[in-house]
């Protein structure tokens, strides 16, 4: 039995995040693996992480620029080449102001 | 003669020595794709024909004024299905990316066309490359070259089984958490992971960005050397690319080891590491120690504590690199749905597989509100101090050696039902990318199965050299073996 | 209503920047140009497509940040925002939370109620979004990725503003600097300036505050003016019905002069901020700093003390020519070809700001040059033309910028400078208006004025009217 318990409402609102509609079976199982996920990472409880800085880049890398001259033109019909519906040069989705 | 049997380099020569032609390699590929497909089902996209041998026929072209004089000038190649190639399917093995053909190619395979590189098709991979075993794809599994009731592993199980079964010379793979190393060690190919920020990986379709590394599968360490002279480069379109200083791989091809010290961590030949597999790799670790490495014992530490904290970064990068994915600019869109929110979700919900939507949920999960400090910087820290672990390592070390998978490759659908398991088979190569560092796979004997078992070398960041060393005088010990499919058929030498 | 209120309003104001590219590509930000046709890979969230800074961007928000007294994160980084919206190519929006480019800053407003101090929390550089078309004929929305991408600065004040004076006391000063410093045009209409404003009521006397609302869509400081009182009654209202305020996003709706609440169950308003793996952090070196430091241009007040000190022009004429960056500096520019500045001013002052209000324009805007203001300056002083040749003109030039100069003698507009060819024609009128000459000569020394006219119409406007005043007196004497 999975020590995190992950309760609907969970499974709800993870899925409005990450705009999933998950079937009534997928939630199910759903819930039991990120319960059984969660258990599994909470052994990164073990390590005492007391004042170790958080590293997002391995490397020091830094001041990556780009300078401000305009090099790209207009590209359009490839940007557009593979939308599943578009309109007068626009990329078409349904209506957003309700 | 049967020309995919000849290593990149091999059948490069022979192209520039005019004892065959571009064309002549790429027939004989396309051959043996159409020969072996069914059976191993490499590819998700093979190329257009015609389109090839016109390609084969500019770079033959090229080839004879002189233009292109490199090693793999009119060698085919294959491409797995993570990177873009203008104007060729690239689906990432989704049914969400069914349709998705790119209007630009990425720089990694520009810099393989500019060296003359025919691209033969697209390789089948884990579904956005995430799994072990290449059976998450949406276009069905890849079987593995040497025992098709096995998997060729994951994620560019594709390429790494094209390869081992001679359908072409050589592929491009990634690699965020062993996705090169570990099919290459089960379908008994040469893999390498380059330094993160050697190759650009701009136009590779991300999945967990700070991890990902584009790299080469080949018969041996010498393509391996060769082709990364070739993909790496520095690129402005990708801030994350590195300006190296020396570019000059093949260089490192000696067969010398005298004096070179490897170390040899405890903790991955303990507990779950299969006893033929440990076997193999200290024999391999015997035969540098007699060429003159110095090998020594030692404890690693954090071994186990790499996967949770990968697990965390790469599924949370991976819940917003795929929100893009929703049905409005390209590729899949859901048929019926009542307004935007709707279309969305079915879009996304149909068009990701399992094991896609539970990282994309655990991803979305560890940053929301509330759970960001205690899951993602928590795994932040532990990569702190795992790089720090690598980098104490390599004070006393050159390389360190050991296995690339704790098992020989497993059954087909033995893997999926336990996420946990699977995600434990990349204990050995998951801390190498959470540290940026490279790590090649060389095959070393086999089961008694006969299934190959792989070694990982894990070198310094930006060390390819010592790697590619210590990797080619390992093999200059032994003989490349070709896995029996590749030897049938009419792959029969002529 | 028994109670006294407090009104207290912080504000997030988004700033376009002026830069030739995109943040993190290399696509024109040129307003216009048809849909979708200032995109790339980048911009349209291309798979596999990767983000780089335009170094300019960091440029200006240090600047900005520099100008608002704020301190500058040396080592900053960028973070990503998830939200889906078919606006948003990535379905994330690159921003920055944790370690945004400037910090704990503030300027100085001025208001009925005399000085104060707004302070600045943070300011962070962003991508913009693209632009949402509504569809009416097929009941759709069509999405243009001409402006996703467009760099952004996001400048959060402190919860210090207590009226919609001070806030547009606080935004026009905003404007001012931001100007000032090149780094925007900040034209609210088009929207190169944004502000959302979170406002809460409290009772007067109060610490804590109440619970906030933010408003979004806010275009003219007209409608901030409306949207506080309006939100500010909305929440009184409530708090004296016994209700609570709930914190939400509101949309204001000037036409119908009230908000709405901006809430759906799909929106979960959880942003999942992380590091952009895909962007390196930013250094900004000491000698960077003090390189920034040292582009900072003369800013408004400071400006303002020069002018008085160096032109001794009246205060009122100094804070209108100062108002806009654009108008300060034809000011300064035509001072220094040569022309006395209370001529310079007067020309700004008067002419140009009725025709800027005539045809509804910004001062950003202004066409001629100085140049050939000072052209039409010099034209009068050598009585070339007289003023009101010189208005005519100076119409002619706001449109288009012609070269006064050339168009005065191609129109043949010189004055007639030939004596006794005026004289000739005043002695002729004199002889045909006995009535208005008898006039003058009895006492109506207003008569004159009238001959005086019918000169200068038989001159066709042409003669200095000094000269024709003195001619005039000599014949009638």
Redo the contacts between chains.
């Keep these: 039995m999975a020590k995190n318990v992950i309760t609907d409402e ?2 709800e ?10 079937s009534e079976e ?1 939630k199910e199982n ?1 819930k039991k ?2 319960a ?2 969660l258990d ?2 909470d ?5 005492d ?1 007391g004042g ?8 020091p ?12 033109g ?3 019909e ?8 578009r ?11 309700e | 003669m049967n020309l995919m049997s000849l290593t990149a380099v091999e059948l490069g020569k022979k192209i520039k020595a005019k004892e065959v032609t571009v064309r002549e390699a790429a027939e004989a590929s396309l051959a043996a794709i159409e020969m072996r497909e069914g059976e191993i089902h490499s590819f998700v996209t093979v190329a257009d024909r015609e389109a090839v041998l016109e390609r084969a026929d500019e770079v033959q072209k090229q080839i004879d004024s002189g233009l292109l004089d490199g090693p793999l000038a009119g060698v085919p190649v294959a491409i797995k299905d993570n990177m873009c190639t203008e104007g060729l399917l690239t689906t990432c093995s989704s049914k969400i990316l069914g ?3 790119p ?2 190619s990425a720089e990694a395979v520009l810099n393989l066309e500019k060296a003359g590189a025919v691209i033969v098709g697209k390789t089948n991979m884990d579904e956005f490359a995430m799994g072990s075993t290449t059976e998450t794809s949406y276009f069905g599994v890849t079987r593995n070259p040497w025992n098709t009731e096995h998997v060729p592993g994951g994620s560019s199980g594709g390429s790494c089984a094209a390869v081992a079964a001679e359908e072409c010379p050589y592929a491009l793979g990634s690699d965020t958490g062993g996705s090169i190393r570990q099919p290459s060690s089960f379908c008994g190919v040469t893999g390498i992971k380059p330094t ?2 050697t190759v650009s990986r701009y136009g590779l379709i991300a999945y967990g960005s ?1 991890l990902d590394q584009i790299g080469p599968i080949a018969k041996d360490v010498s393509d391996c050397a060769a082709i990364l002279e070739v993909i790496a480069s520095h690129d ?1 379109k990708d ?2 690319s ?1 300006a190296r200083e020396d570019y000059r791989f093949s260089e490192a091809l000696v067969d010398d080891v005298k004096g070179m010290k490897i170390g040899i961590p405890r903790d991955y030949f303990g507990e779950g590491l299969d006893s033929e597999v440990k076997e193999a790799v200290l024999k391999a670790a015997k035969a540098l120690e007699a060429k003159g490495a110095v090998l020594e014992e030692f404890d690693l530490s ?1 071994v ?2 790499a ?3 990968y ?2 970064i790469a599924s949370a990068e991976a ?1 917003s690199n795929l ?1 893009r994915f ?8 859901t048929e019926d ?1 009542a ?3 709707q ?4 879009t ?2 149909e068009g ?1 597989g399992e094991e896609v ?2 990282r ?6 560890v940053l ?1 509100s509330g759970y960001y400090d205690a ?1 993602y ?9 795992i ?1 720090k672990a690598f980098d104490k390592a390599f004070e006393k070390y050159d390389l360190i050696l050991g296995p690339a998978a704790p098992t020989t490759a497993p059954r087909l659908g033995e893997s999926l039902s336990d ?2 398991k699977m995600y434990l088979g990349d204990i050995y190569t998951i801390s190498v990318n ?3 560092l490279p790590g090649i796979s060389v095959p070393c004997g086999a089961d008694k199965n006969g299934l190959p078992v792989g070694m990982q070398l894990i070198g310094d ?1 930006f060390q390819e050299k010592k790697l590619f060393r210590a990797a080619y005088a390992y093999e200059c010990a032994r003989n490349y073996e070709r896995c029996p499919l590749a030897q049938k058929g009419a792959g029969k030498d002529e | 209503m028994s109670k006294q209120y407090e009104t207290v309003i912080g504000l997030e104001v988004h700033v376009e920047l002026a ?3 995109k943040i993190f ?4 930000t040129e307003f216009g140009g ?8 980048v911009c ?1 969230g ?1 798979p596999g497509s990767l983000p ?5 961007v ?1 440029e200006y928000a240090a600047a900005v940040g520099v100008a608002t007294n704020c301190s500058i994160t040396q ?1 900053c ?1 960028f973070d990503r925002k ?1 939200y ?3 606006d948003n190519p990535q379905n994330y929006q690159i921003s920055q939370l944790y370690l945004p480019i400037c910090r704990d800053g503030g300027i100085e407003i001025e208001t009925a109620e005399g000085k104060k101090i707004i302070r600045i929390h943070e300011i962070h550089m962003e991508e913009d979004a693209g632009k ?4 009416e004929w ?8 001409n402006r996703s991408g467009v760099p952004l600065i996001e400048i959060v004040s402190e919860p210090d503003m207590r009226s919609a004076e001070e806030v547009i006391a606080y935004l026009d000063k905003l404007r001012l600097i931001i100007q000032y410093l090149g780094a925007s045009d900040c034209k609210l209409q088009e929207g190169s300036m944004r502000a959302d404003v979170n406002l809460s009521v409290r009772e007067a006397g109060t610490e804590e505050f109440g619970t906030r609302t933010e408003m979004k869509n806010l275009n003219s400081f007209k409608a901030i003016a409306r949207a506080i009182e309006g939100e500010r009654s909305r929440q009184i209202d409530i708090l004296e019905d016994g209700g609570k305020v709930i914190q939400e996003t509101r949309r204001w709706d000037d036409g119908k002069e009230c908000s709405y609440a901006m809430r759906s ?2 929106d ?1 308003q ?1 942003y ?1 901020y992380f ?1 952009e ?1 895909d ?5 900004i070196s000491d000698e960077w700093l003090a390189e920034i430091r040292a582009k900072q241009p003369e800013l408004r007040d400071e400006k303002r003390e020069r002018y008085k000190e160096e032109y001794g022009i009246p205060e009122y004429d100094i804070d209108i020519l100062t108002a806009s960056k654009r108008m300060a500096d034809i000011f300064e520019e035509t001072i220094a070809l040569g022309c006395k500045p209370k001529e310079v001013s007067n020309w700004l002052m008067v002419e140009t700001m009725r025709l800027l209000k005539d045809s509804d324009m910004d001062p950003e805007d202004i066409r001629f040059s100085p140049s050939h203001l000072a052209a039409l300056i010099g034209l009068v002083e050598q009585g070339k033309i007289n003023r009101t040749v010189a208005k005519e003109v100076f119409e002619i030039m706001f449109g288009q910028d012609i070269d006064p100069v050339s168009y005065v003698e191609e129109k043949g507009l010189s004055m007639v400078q030939d004596e006794g060819a005026l004289r000739e024609t005043i002695e002729e009128i004199v002889k045909n208006n006995p009535q208005s000459v008898e006039d003058y000569r009895s006492g109506k020394k207003k008569a004159i004025g009238f001959l005086v006219g019918q000169t200068m119409k038989a001159m066709k406007g042409k003669a200095d009217p000094a000269m024709v005043n003195k001619i005039l007196m000599e014949i009638l004497k």
């Design positions: 969970t499974i609102y993870v899925g409005i995040l990450a705009k999933l509609e998950l997928e759903a693996d990120m059984n996920m599994y990472i052994m990164l409880n073990e390590l992480t170790v800085e958080p590293m997002s880049h391995v490397f890398v830094h001041n990556v620029f780009r300078e401000d001259v305009v090099t790209n207009d590209d359009r490839h940007m557009l080449a593979n939308a599943p519906d309109k007068d040069g626009c990329y078409k989705v349904p209506k957003t102001v | 349709n998705f053909k209007t630009y993160y920020g700070s402005k801030s994350t590195v954090l186990e504590y996967i949770p904290a697990y965390i819940s929100a929703d049905g409005v600019k390209y590729a899949y869109r749905y307004g935007l929110h279309m969305y979700k079915k996304r919900s990701f939507k539970r994309i949920m655990l991803g979305s999960f929301s899951y910087l928590k795994a932040l820290r532990t990569k702190a101090l790089k996420p946990i959470l540290a940026g960041c | 830069t030739k590219t590509c290399s696509c024109s048809e849909p979708n046709t200032h995109t790339c890979p349209t291309m780089v800074l335009n170094k300019q960091v080592y980084k998830n889906f919206y078919p949402l078309i509504h569809d097929e009941d759709c929305t069509l999405v243009d990725f169950k799909e979960a959880d999942r590091p793996p962007l390196v952090p930013v250094v």
